[in-house]
């Protein structure tokens, strides 16, 4: 997951999508391409995180980091919050373009795929995690040649750093659909 602060929404997706994975071996993590370094999420954050699910010393324990060459080049599957972060992911890690999308994009393409088709297409590229998450990952990026182009609006999370209770809000309303749909992706791909 990748923001600009690393403190508000890649932190929130990053603790709801590995709260609704639970019992899933999978590692989730987060950064940010202008990282506030070691500080906690923004207390905002955090409440929602909780309030959608998020275990709390999971939130509470949360550190910022930047986005380097080996945390991006390291991602099966990069999730940014907007396009600027997706751009920056994929200029430190030019190979993992098919694998870096913003999460909201990755949630419109996924959508229309049943979960006998995501089952289907791990289950042929076999038993190991990383490789099923590949091929799922390929057979949505293929997506992007059939479905039609976002406006930019509706491929980015608002950033709520600095602003409202309500911002955090619209900010979290417009997250959590994404990571609700690439959750269900993701247990369809690694539940054997």
Same mark, same amino acid.
């Given at each position: 997951?990748?923001?600009?602060?690393? $403190?508000?929404?890649? &932190?929130?997706?990053?603790? /709801?999508?590995?709260? @609704?994975?639970? *019992? $899933?071996?999978?590692?989730? !993590?987060?950064?940010?391409?202008? %990282?506030?370094?070691?500080?906690?999420?923004?207390?905002? %954050?955090? #409440?929602?995180?909780? #309030?959608? *699910?998020?275990?709390?010393?999971? +939130?509470? !324990?949360?550190?910022?980091?930047?986005?380097? =060459?080996?945390?991006?080049?390291?991602?099966? $599957?990069?999730?940014?919050? !907007?396009?600027?972060?997706?751009?920056?992911? +994929? #200029?430190?890690?030019?190979?993992?373009?098919? @694998?870096?999308?913003?999460?909201?994009?990755?949630?419109?393409?996924?959508? *229309?795929?049943?979960?006998?088709?995501?089952?289907?297409?791990?289950?042929?590229?076999?038993?190991?995690?990383?490789?099923?998450?590949?091929? +799922?990952?390929?057979? /949505?990026?293929? @997506?992007?040649?059939?479905?039609?182009? %976002?406006?930019?609006?509706?491929?980015? +999370? $608002? =950033?709520?750093?600095?602003?409202?209770?309500?911002?955090?809000?619209?900010?979290?309303? @417009?997250? /959590? &659909? %994404?990571?609700? #749909?690439?959750?269900?992706?993701?247990?369809?791909?690694?539940?054997?």
């Amino acid at each position: 997951m990748v923001c600009t602060g690393n $403190i508000c929404r890649s &932190p929130m997706a990053e603790a /709801v999508l590995r709260a @609704q994975l639970s *019992g $899933i071996v999978i590692r989730i !993590s987060s950064a940010g391409t202008r %990282a506030l370094i070691d500080k906690p999420m923004t207390a905002e %954050a955090q #409440e929602l995180a909780i #309030e959608l *699910g998020a275990d709390t010393d999971d +939130v509470e !324990s949360h550190r910022a980091r930047w986005l380097l =060459d080996p945390i991006a080049d390291d991602a099966d $599957i990069i999730f940014a919050m !907007s396009r600027e972060h997706r751009t920056t992911a +994929v #200029e430190l890690a030019p190979h993992r373009l098919r @694998q870096t999308f913003t999460i909201r994009e990755f949630a419109r393409l996924s959508v *229309g795929l049943t979960n006998k088709q995501i089952k289907s297409t791990a289950d042929a590229a076999g038993t190991r995690p990383r490789a099923r998450l590949a091929a +799922v990952t390929a057979f /949505v990026a293929q @997506q992007r040649g059939i479905a039609s182009p %976002a406006a930019t609006q509706d491929d980015d +999370v $608002i =950033d709520p750093y600095r602003r409202s209770r309500e911002t955090y809000e619209k900010s979290a309303a @417009q997250l /959590v &659909p %994404a990571v609700n #749909e690439v959750a269900r992706v993701l247990r369809a791909t690694l539940e054997l």
